[in-house]
T-cell receptor, first 114, second 113 residues
Framework: DGGITQSPKYLFRKEGQNVTLSCEQNLNHDAMYWYRQDPGQGLRLIYYSQIVNDFQKGDIAEGYSVSREKKESFPLTVTSAQKNPTAFYLC?????????????FGQGTRLTVV | GNSVTQMEGPVTLSEEAFLTINCTYTATGYPSLFWYVQYPGEGLQLLLKATKADDKGSNKGFEATYRKETTSFHLEKGSVQVSDSAVYFCALSDLTSGSRLTFGEGTQLTVNP
């Protein structure tokens, strides 16, 4: 089945540690995105990538980093510089540039800093 | 820039009640409009969409009509079920944003038996 897979579903991190969230898609989509969701709030864009080996900052990129070495994969690293990393993280992908194209979402990773 | 405003929640209804969740938008271009649904602990799923003015998107009994004159895309359902309990997000994209979506804050819907 085609889809987008995030792992792990739950992740615990100690303060001061970096942690990497995985996102893989087999939909052959060029565009991929990372969003952060906090309780009672909408989705805020962290980073996005429209093509392999290229990515751009979203609205809240500080304290995060990404890479896009393969079309299928767009991992997100939450660094120790992110002051409040506890949140629900959602990865998405879509066809690049098509009007009205929808985004497909993974099941999310819930990150908790302990 | 683009923005989406949804009615404040949470919304609590009894089964078989009529549902309306308001959504208005601001966009620099001619946006496409979407409603996504998020069930507890899960990612978002597309519920319906409309890509031009006066289009009506529909799915699973939900409907929304793209109203350019009022810059709105209100979600409606004639008779809600307990299984409709979820968070609903209105979103838009346009050519200036590429495929990137701008989301509203989300509206929590709880349907009681």
């Amino acid at each position: 089945d085609g889809g987008i897979t995030q792992s792990p579903k739950y992740l615990f991190r100690k303060e001061g540690q970096n942690v990497t969230l995985s996102c893989e898609q087999n939909l052959n989509h060029d565009a991929m995105y990372w969003y952060r969701q906090d309780p009672g709030q909408g989705l805020r864009l962290i980073y996005y990538s429209q093509i392999v080996n290229d990515f751009q900052k979203g609205d809240i990129a500080e304290g995060y980093s990404v890479s896009r070495e393969k079309k299928e994969s767009f991992p997100l690293t939450v660094t120790s510089a992110q002051k409040n990393p506890t949140a629900f993280y959602l990865c998405a992908s879509s066809i690049q540039g098509a009007v009205g194209t929808e985004a497909f979402f993974g099941q999310g990773t819930r990150l908790t800093v302990v | 820039g683009n923005s989406v405003t949804q009615m404040e929640g949470p919304v609590t209804l009894s089964e078989e009640a009529f549902l309306t969740i308001n959504c208005t938008y601001t966009a620099t271009g001619y946006p496409s409009l979407f409603w996504y649904v998020q069930y507890p602990g899960e990612g978002l799923q597309l519920l319906l969409k409309a890509t031009k003015a006066d289009d009506k998107g529909s799915n699973k009994g939900f409907e929304a009509t793209y109203r350019k004159e009022t810059t709105s895309f209100h979600l409606e359902k004639g008779s809600v079920q307990v299984s409709d309990s979820a968070v609903y997000f209105c979103a838009l994209s346009d050519l200036t944003s590429g495929s990137r979506l701008t989301f509203g804050e989300g509206t929590q819907l709880t349907v009681n038996p």
